[in-house]
């Protein structure tokens, strides 16, 4: 696996690779590494030849400073993970070469980015769309990896390569969980053995109300059994429990339960996890 | 001249034209093309291989319905004209191939598209940077070229691409006058003679305020003289007449002379034009 922590250099690498016929997939991370993020680098390498994993904690897709802090930071793991999975270019920059200046652009997304994540974390995706951006403008991929557990974020991305008209194909690679269903994240990191034991439940109530859902259950009934049940679990506190149409997040109203998914954040002591579940 | 006014073929026929090793020059229009436009044609010829000159009169930077409808259409002309000067490809798609669906994403470049057009055409230059991405990722050029009568627009441009990291060198070609000292703009066919003969106040008035500020004369004074004589002058209506920072076109504050820029808007009858100084 070739590193490269400076722009320029990988820029050059990936020239030369697509001069000789390959195909560039990229696997933009955070880095802290876990086996959702190997699935992705697995889509990748399945799709294409040369796959690229950014490693970047981007601070512009932070709304919370302590959050932003206290992402955890694993380098050295993360290089051998990504070597013992095959991948064949990491890209690790630095903040000062992926902002070089005080920047003055901002991506509104309509009401894509006013709901659910939009609205507990305003800004966060215009900080997606941009370092996303940047990221596509530097590696030029033919194919692109996001999990599912970021759902909307899978739906920011695909608005702005479709509207943009950006040369690149995106995929969505499905969540990888724990045994207890504990969706995988590297946030996870943070949260105590107890925690993780606890956090079982939001991919359990998913699940109850998908069940209850198609069993012909009312939405409100659901949802409001499922707030109770969650926020009465120690250290749990939930942010939402939506239930919408999986290819419009902003239709909340009517949603054909066919084309519905459940999404969810809660609080889980002092880490923020997020889950999601097609009906 | 090959003309294109479909993506998929134009993007086969550049990526073709790039594995032989052939560089690219983008130079985006609205049509109703001028000498402005063809020192643009000009310039990419002169940097580049290959010359793309698009022809999209795009909806989405018209803040004004009124002033889309009556933009002035000649394709049959501009494309004598794009042969006689040598450009490569032309490429007029229509709107429902640049505009696919309805669309979400808007751009914000925080104060910089606040000032000057900005305040009189709200949703413009988030237009203009929604076609020029667009564009950028059809045609994927090296090199693009713009007007530096359309300042704010060239500026707006610049941070796209070096926000973003386009891999696009930005090039402002300098403004082309009529021999009253009109600045070329496709606008002025809808003027007319004894309009366009009135319209040379503003290159005159941009003349008369440089000389006075160098001669040490103090800008409000100059403003105040100025705005009173176009005023008065018939059929034409100021928007603004601005002096500020050639780099910071959001600071009109102590505005340093040697690196100021005096910009202005004016309808001329119904017809709006734009012309500008540097100092």
């Known amino acids: 696996m070739q590193i490269f922590k400076e722009i320029g250099p990988l820029k050059l690498h990936l020239q030369h690779k697509r001069k000789e016929g390959f195909s560039v997939g990229l696997v933009p991370t955070m880095g802290a590494l876990h086996q959702g993020h190997l699935s992705l680098i697995h889509a990748s390498r399945q799709a294409t030849d040369i796959t690229v994993c950014s490693l970047f904690v981007n601070p512009t897709q932070f709304n919370n400073p302590a959050d932003l802090e206290k992402y955890p930071r694993t380098l050295e793991k993360d290089t051998s993970l990504l ?14 070469s992926m902002y070089e200046r005080a920047e003055v652009i901002h991506f ?3 009401q894509l980015d006013k709901v659910l994540e939009g609205k507990f974390r305003p800004g966060h995706f215009s900080g997606v769309a941009t370092v996303v951006s940047k990221l596509f403008h530097i590696v030029e ?3 692109a990896f996001f999990g599912q557990k970021d759902y909307q974020q899978l739906q920011i991305v695909t608005k702005l390569v479709e509207e943009l008209k950006f040369n690149i194909q995106v995929h969505g690679v499905p969540i990888i969980r724990e045994p207890n269903g504990l969706a995988m994240s590297s946030r996870n990191q943070r949260l105590s053995e107890a925690d993780k034991t606890r956090a079982g439940i939001l991919h359990e109530s998913l699940s109850d109300a998908r069940s209850r859902l198609l069993a012909g259950k009312p939405w ?12 009465k679990t120690q250290d749990l506190q939930l942010e939402y429990f939506e239930l919408t149409n999986r290819n419009d997040l902003t239709n909340t109203t009517n949603v054909d339960i066919k084309n519905g998914i459940l999404l969810t954040a809660c609080f889980v002591g002092s880490v923020r996890l997020i889950d999601n579940m097609l009906i």
Chains 1, 2 share one sequence.
Do not use: M
């Open 108 to 110: 509104d997304f309509g």
């Open 83 to 96: 070597e013992s999975a095959g991948c064949d270019v990491l890209f690790a920059p630095e903040t000062a």
């Open 220 to 231: 409100t009934e659901v949802q409001k059994d499922i707030i109770e049940k969650i926020n």
């Open 141 to 143: 991929p033919d194919h």
